[in-house]
């Protein structure tokens, strides 16, 4: 078996064997062509036996939004698949060393993914770090309990919005744990249209009173007419404020289209706004879901990457069975907000793997939970709390965009 990463030629049978992994028989062209576009070449791993393709994993070079604003380097792992020819002969723990061989190379401290099955990934010392919603609502429930924000909606071609909506997203994005800072060329790859008229979206743009983009959304609609009745479902593909006033501004307006009875919504923060705007919250039908999985690297830059709600200092003692090495006692400092680390020989005062870590980072789950779950251990009286009120974070993290 050869492992290595892979060179132009080889793009269109990585992905062949990737959908193949999936269950699909071949690539949808736009899929194709929007991944060839976003892939890293010298990111992007294989397995060959025999020449022939049979395991791929990629990464993609990210800053991700930690706690207090800041951004760190983090290697986004995506297109992770096995032919099911050749499952449990240790294809992708070779592929996953790959990349984390790689992304510690590159000084990226996190490394992040979307799992299609989440117990896969426990055993590479990831964890869930943010969840998120679904929401699928019944317009016939829906009413307000609160005042209508003021300005306007603009629909427009996708050429138009762009700028806006790269503008409005700059500035949500910073102030959500988890999410990923897009430069516009970048931006506009995340936010591609399909090539298919039928599959293109509408575009909308809210403007506050004075004129200024505070929102977008993007969105289709689907047909459904039982027995001549209008029943439209509307799906939210991205709906995203850098104002709260500009986010229920723009679910007003969704709630509004002629026709619609419902509005689907994946992805959207544990804080939905809209969960305490409406009358009656039932109306959301919201379903929790794992979200985005984290784990360190490099424990020690991590850790003094983000900041933390108050000051103190606690020792941890960190196990990490899929990567030994980087397991260790570490000591963090924090002073006015900000940590310092280091390893230490000292005893700890909480011991516990490398996924409380992955679990607490963004501050999608507090330390307190982690210990009644059974996920971390206290050994010294106070320590946990002092860690869950030193990593609280004011809004629940949120990747905003999937990769």
Not at 40 to 55: N, P, Q
Not at 344 to 353: E, H, K, T
């Amino acid at each position: 078996m050869e492992f290595r990463t892979i060179t132009e030629g080889e793009i269109e049978p990585f992905f062949r064997t990737l959908v193949n992994a999936f269950g699909d028989v071949r690539p949808d062209p736009d899929e194709l062509a929007a991944d060839r576009s976003m892939i890293e070449l010298d990111r992007t791993f294989a397995a060959f036996d025999d020449g022939a393709i049979v395991g791929c994993a990629g990464v993609f070079t990210q800053d991700m939004v930690v706690p207090g604003g800041a951004t760190a380097p983090t290697a986004g792992v995506t297109l992770v698949g096995v032919l099911p020819t050749h499952r449990r002969r240790g294809i992708l723990r070779e592929l996953m060393s790959r990349m984390m061989d790689q992304a510690g190379e590159r000084g990226e401290p996190l490394a992040t993914l979307f799992a299609s099955q989440g117990a896969i990934y426990g055993r590479f010392g990831f964890a869930t770090s943010a969840n998120h919603l679904s929401l699928d609502i019944a317009l016939d429930r829906v009413s307000w309990g609160t005042d209508a924000p003021g300005g306007r909606v603009r629909l427009l071609p996708r050429a138009e919005a762009l700028a806006a909506m790269h503008d409005i997203y700059d500035r949500a994005v910073r102030v959500r744990p988890g999410g990923l800072v897009l430069p516009a060329e970048r931006f506009g790859l995340v936010f591609r249209e399909p090539t298919k008229d039928d599959k293109k979206p509408f575009y909308a743009v809210h403007e506050d009173e004075a004129g200024a983009p505070d929102a977008f959304v993007i969105y289709r609609t689907k047909h459904k007419w039982p027995r001549g009745l209008p029943s439209l479902e509307l799906r939210v593909q991205q709906l995203v404020g850098a104002t709260a006033a500009g986010a229920e501004a723009m679910w007003r307006y969704l709630f509004d289209v002629d026709l619609v009875a419902r509005v689907l919504a994946d992805t959207r923060p544990v804080d939905e706004p809209l969960l305490r705007q409406l009358d009656e919250p039932r109306a959301l039908r919201p379903e929790l879901d794992d979200g985005l999985f984290l784990r360190p690297i490099d424990i020690v830059a991590a850790l003094e990457a983000r900041s933390y709600a108050m000051d103190g200092q606690v020792r941890l003692a960190v196990t990490d069975a899929f990567r030994p090495a980087l397991g260790g006692t570490f000591e963090l400092t924090v002073r006015d907000g900000r940590g310092s680390c280091r390893r230490i020989d000292a005893p700890a005062d909480v011991s516990c793997s490398v996924h409380a870590i992955g679990a607490t980072y963004l501050g999608g789950a507090s330390w307190a939970a982690l210990a009644q779950a059974g996920r971390a251990r206290e050994h010294t009286d106070g320590a946990l709390r002092a860690l869950s009120t030193m990593w609280r974070t004011e809004l629940a993290p949120w990747p905003i965009v999937y990769f």
